[in-house]
């Protein structure tokens, strides 16, 4: 299992990114996926995550509802992370995830880093102020 993250970079206050995350060695309709960041001196939190087997729930954190969107490309193999208007607080690395725990569970979105067991090696994002 690997997940390779990119799509990071420089960009201005009120830009917008889109982060990809390419997985290999699963099907990313079948486990649950997330995003995550964490700032310099923060820890790790979640932005958003889906449910595996097949399922379509959902998990968005209060903070990522207006301008952070998930989706993921079943035929690529890929999920994304849609973020616009960014601001400075922003800036961090960004993580996508996978669960095998949850395999099974197409009811439920993991919501927490210790349920995620296969992490790509993140993609900074730095927000300009």
């Known amino acids: 299992v690997q997940l390779q993250a990119s799509g990071g970079g420089l960009v201005e206050t009120g830009g917008s990114l889109r982060l990809s995350c390419k997985a290999s060695g699963f099907n990313v309709d079948l486990w649950p996926m997330g995003w995550f960041r964490q700032a310099p001196g923060e820890e790790r939190e979640a932005i958003s995550s889906y449910s595996g087997g097949g399922g379509s729930t959902t998990y968005v954190a209060d903070f990522a509802r207006r301008r952070f969107t998930m989706s993921r490309d079943i035929g690529k193999n890929t999920v994304y992370l849609q973020i616009d208007s960014l601001e400075p607080e922003d800036t961090a690395v960004y993580y996508c995830?996978?669960?095998?725990?949850?395999?099974?569970?197409?009811?439920?979105?993991?919501?927490?880093?210790?349920?995620?067991?296969?992490w790509g090696q993140g993609t900074q994002v730095t927000v300009s102020s």
């Open positions: 995830a996978a669960s095998s725990y949850h395999s099974r569970s197409f009811a439920y979105a993991p919501q927490r880093s210790f349920e995620y067991d296969y």
